[in-house]
């Protein structure tokens, strides 16, 4: 997935729920309902998160230091781990307590705000205006997913991508539209019925659905804090551009890691033909290094040990190769 990509997808949304909260907010003072309010803090939440992957896109460029010698890649998992986080509390937690607030108001005879305001139709336009803006956002993430999503399910590469930007935006329009339809419902039936639990039920369904997204997004998140390996058809190609090289006969064992969506350090022991002059082994290191970082450009950081094959040698089962995709 390019980052440019990335960028056009969080931009999109940015935009989009600056737009949308803001009209949340108009159309709540006018008619107080419970639904409204949920999903204007909701869209400033997505808004704030939006901002936040820009930031941590921007500092994760930065340059490698004595400090941080494999450079500052995982700050675009901070980022995205910190927007969980702010998803839970602010737009899922606050959710939930307004659902709860509005409940007691009704349960104890409070005047519904919405039945008897003259602008009962405001959120019914607001809330459509909305599901149009958020599928246009909802597109552009789509569209720029599926550049490199290829032919894999969307579970499966939410689960497997290595950068966040797109399964968070992804994951947020879509709870973002799931939430609008649910204001939608609890306004909408309140005004059919006069019945102001409606609104309680849909404010509560936006919360629930949004600490679920949070914590899908938090668990996703911590795997890639935490350290994942580059994928099977990477892994091939490193092993296979390491094999190929002369005077390489076969990888006995290896390991790689994501420092950053676009950045894999690997590390592998080599078996290499026997030979008794030093520039014979470092010729072919060096070629081995090369054929990698050809094969492969994310490959940011390579260490090679080498060892003497011996004949009575039983290497390490090697990683499965990735079979060829079919077309």
Do not use: C
């Amino acid at each position: 997935m390019s980052a440019e990509g990335g960028t056009k997808a969080v931009v999109a949304a940015l935009i989009a729920n600056t737009f949308i909260a803001a009209t949340k907010f108009a159309a709540w003072g006018l008619t107080g309902a419970s639904s409204l309010l949920a999903e204007a803090i909701h869209s400033v939440a997505d808004a704030g998160n939006q901002a936040l992957l820009l930031v941590g896109g921007k500092r994760a460029r930065r340059e490698a230091t004595p400090e941080h010698p494999f450079g500052f890649g995982r700050e675009r998992y901070i980022f995205a781990f910190i927007v969980a986080i702010v998803l839970f509390s602010v737009g899922g937690l606050f959710a939930l307590y307004e659902a709860y607030h509005k409940y007691h108001e009704i349960h104890s005879g409070h005047p519904n705000e919405l039945l008897e305001s003259r602008w009962w139709w405001v959120p019914i336009a607001v809330l459509v205006a909305a599901i149009i803006a958020e599928s246009l956002s909802f597109r552009t993430a789509i569209i720029e997913s599926n550049r490199s999503r290829g032919k894999q399910s969307w579970s499966k590469f939410i689960r497997s991508a290595k950068a966040p930007e797109l399964p968070v935006i992804l994951l947020e329009d879509f709870a973002a539209l799931l939430g609008l339809v649910f204001a939608l419902f609890g306004v909408g039936m309140t005004l059919i019925t006069g019945n102001g639990y409606f609104d309680v039920i849909g404010t509560a369904m936006i919360g629930l659905l949004l600490v679920a997204v949070a914590v899908a997004l938090a668990i996703e998140t911590k795997s890639l804090l935490l350290g994942e390996s580059a994928g099977p058809e990477v892994n091939g190609k490193i092993q296979a551009a390491l094999e190929a090289t002369p005077g390489v006969d076969h990888v006995i064992h290896m390991k790689t890691l994501h420092l950053g969506p676009e950045e894999i350090l690997v590390a592998a022991k080599i078996a290499v033909d026997p030979t008794e002059r030093a520039a014979d082994l470092a010729a072919a290191i060096d070629a081995a290094e090369a054929a990698v970082r050809k094969a492969e450009p994310m490959v940011t950081s390579l260490y090679l040990e080498p060892d003497i094959f011996k004949a009575d040698y039983v290497a390490a089962p090697r990683p499965e190769r990735p079979s060829a995709p079919s077309h």
